[in-house]
């Protein structure tokens, strides 16, 4: 389905034909925001390879240019970076990728060194990465992340959402406009629930696809994916 | 991978920690733990390391934890300390023995506070033959080695510049040959010991000569796990053991019911038998094990 047919379809099932195309963008965004903040789903899934700068500890996720104490261009530059999913680092000259937790600052900052060193740990703060300690040298990091989608700028386009999960983004785009034109609340439950119906297939999908149980589903549920493939038990 | 050689299997801090997470159920499978989550299992960890260490000493001291020590005795000196050459991390003394101007080793013994006491007069003059250590368990660097007797002559030790620029002290008297030249010498390390502070310039076919010496062996403390990527100093096979341990001291914090506990804790039970099989009848048939044991 192509971004154009969505919006036409929202505009008939709202039963609003002179709906500004303002709003209707507003109603379409809205929706597949709705979509993506309940979840995370195979199409936002990302990854960055990066290399650390040695005496450079913070790097912007979403622009070129480093954190805020720093100038160099170093950062991810992940424009639509939503969430992490894993981190992993290795040593300059080595072969073997370790995990790099991400946690808080509260968790680590009183266990690890304030010299410069290989970082055992990272934080997101906000539209930064911190790595701690500061690297002491250009480790190569591998950033699995979550990206927000947007709808396609021209009528014509389509993507993943549109092409495969066209219902779920009709529903929530159509439960935003119903909310939006009535402005109740409580208006638009049955576009809710239609539209919840599809979140969890677009989840359960998700975990079956990669493999790695993202959404919130139970632990058994997520060894029974995962001895389905013969990964981890 | 080929079999019947070395293994080349390592296991590294976080990963011992995260699979105590999974076994405790703190983090899904396929899904990476945070720091947040990771932080009182490396605490535990270290602390069981600790543990272990304090316990494997005397006669069931980890002998992949070994380092030696040489003190260069000095006329009428009864008390040494890391400036003459005492470690600074002995933990529990292997052996001890003393050598003489000739190069001959002769056993001392290691002896207690009391037997220390004991001894009269202190200043007593002669070839070592007994050695107390001062303990201090929270700086080990901070501990003394008493001697008894002290020689009445020391003689000289040699002491040269390696071939890294270091200086060397002559542990073993010798006439030098390209095999005994520190470091690049292959047998270097029977002869010499880093230490020194104005080596000569090392000259083949030369009388080298050691000075008096008490030779030491000793148990250092384990290694802490100071990095997400440090691997156990603990021989490889203590993997599931370690992991077990952190499960039953991180379980608590993770909700674990009282009966899962006890089943991590038979865990780690079956993981030290494996790992100490003398502690284990070696027959089905009934028997008095402390007859044996």
Not at chain 1, 65 to 69: A, F, L, M, R
Not at chain 1, 182 to 188: F, I, K, R, S, V
Not at chain 2, 57 to 64: A, D, I, Y
Not at chain 2, 85 to 93: A, E, F, P, R, T
């Given at each position: 389905m192509i971004y154009s047919a969505l919006r036409d379809l929202v505009r008939t099932k709202l039963g609003q034909?002179?709906?500004d195309p303002t709003e209707l963008d507003l109603f379409c965004d809205g929706g597949r925001h709705e979509l993506e903040s309940r979840g995370q789903y195979y199409f936002n899934a990302g990854l960055k390879d990066h290399t650390l700068v040695s005496g450079e500890g913070n790097y912007s996720l979403t622009s070129t240019?480093?954190?805020?104490?720093a100038s160099a261009?170093?950062?991810?530059?992940?424009?639509?970076y939503k969430e992490h999913r894993s981190l992993f680092i290795r040593d300059v000259a080595g072969t073997a990728w370790l995990g790099l937790p991400i946690g808080s600052w509260q968790s680590g900052l009183d266990m690890l060194?304030?010299?410069?060193?290989?970082?055992q740990m990272a934080v997101v703060e906000n539209e930064t990465l911190w790595f701690v300690?500061?690297?002491n040298a250009a480790y190569p990091v591998k950033l699995l992340h979550w990206n927000w989608s947007a709808n396609p700028a021209a009528g014509t386009s389509t993507d993943e959402i549109l092409t495969r999960w066209y219902m779920a983004l009709l529903y929530a785009a159509c439960w935003v406009g119903r909310k939006y034109i009535?402005?109740?609340?409580?208006?638009?439950k049955d576009f809710e629930e239609l539209m919840l119906e599809q979140v969890e297939l677009m989840k359960e999908f998700t975990n079956r696809r990669m493999?790695?149980?993202?959404?919130?589903?139970s632990t058994s549920e997520a060894a029974t994916i995962l001895q389905a493939s013969g990964g981890e038990k | 991978m080929a079999t019947g050689t070395t293994a080349n299997f390592t296991i590294k801090r976080n990963t011992i920690v995260e699979q105590a997470l999974r076994a405790v159920r703190a983090v899904k499978p396929g899904v990476q733990p945070d720091f947040n989550q990771m932080r009182d299992g490396v605490l535990a960890l270290n602390e069981i390391l600790r543990e272990e260490d304090q316990d494997?000493?005397?006669?069931?001291?980890?002998?992949?934890?070994l380092s030696d020590a040489h003190i260069f005795l000095a006329v009428g000196q009864y008390r040494y300390t890391t400036t003459e050459?005492?470690?600074?991390?002995?933990?529990?003394?292997v052996s001890l023995s003393f050598r003489d101007l000739g190069g001959a080793d002769n056993p001392m013994d290691y002896i207690s506070t009391l037997q220390y006491e004991a001894l009269?007069?202190?200043?007593e003059v002669g070839d070592p033959t007994k050695l107390y250590l001062e303990p201090n368990h929270l700086s080990l660097s901070s501990q003394a080695a008493l001697v008894w007797?002290?020689?009445?002559s020391i003689g000289t030790t040699s002491e040269v510049t390696g071939t890294d620029a270091l200086n060397y002290s002559c542990i073993l008297k010798h006439t030098s040959i390209a095999l005994t030249?520190?470091?690049?010498?292959?047998?270097?390390r029977n002869f010499w010991t880093q230490t020194g502070s104005a080596g000569s310039t090392w000259v083949t076919d030369t009388d080298y000569t050691n000075g008096a010496i008490i030779r030491m062996k000793y148990k250092r403390p384990l290694f802490d796990f100071?990095?997400?990527?440090d691997d156990p100093d603990?021989?490889?096979?203590?993997g599931n053991y370690l992991k077990w341990r952190v499960a039953v001291e991180i379980g608590p914090s993770f909700k674990m019911k009282p009966e899962e506990l006890m089943w991590f804790e038979r865990q780690v039970e079956k993981a030290a038998i494996k790992l100490?099989?003398?502690?284990?009848?070696?027959?089905?048939?009934?028997?008095?094990?402390g007859m044996f044991f």
């Open positions: 034909p002179d709906l240019p480093s954190g805020p104490n261009a170093n950062g991810f530059n992940l424009t639509s060194p304030t010299t410069s060193a290989k970082p300690p500061t690297p009535t402005q109740d609340p409580n208006a638009g493999r790695e149980p993202v959404n919130k589903i | 494997q000493t005397g006669q069931k001291r980890s002998l992949w934890a050459g005492l470690g600074s991390n002995v933990q529990d003394i009269s007069p202190k200043n007797p002290v020689p009445s030249r520190p470091i690049t010498g292959a047998a270097y100071d990095l997400a990527d603990l021989p490889l096979g203590w100490f099989p003398n502690t284990r009848a070696k027959t089905t048939d009934f028997h008095n094990k």
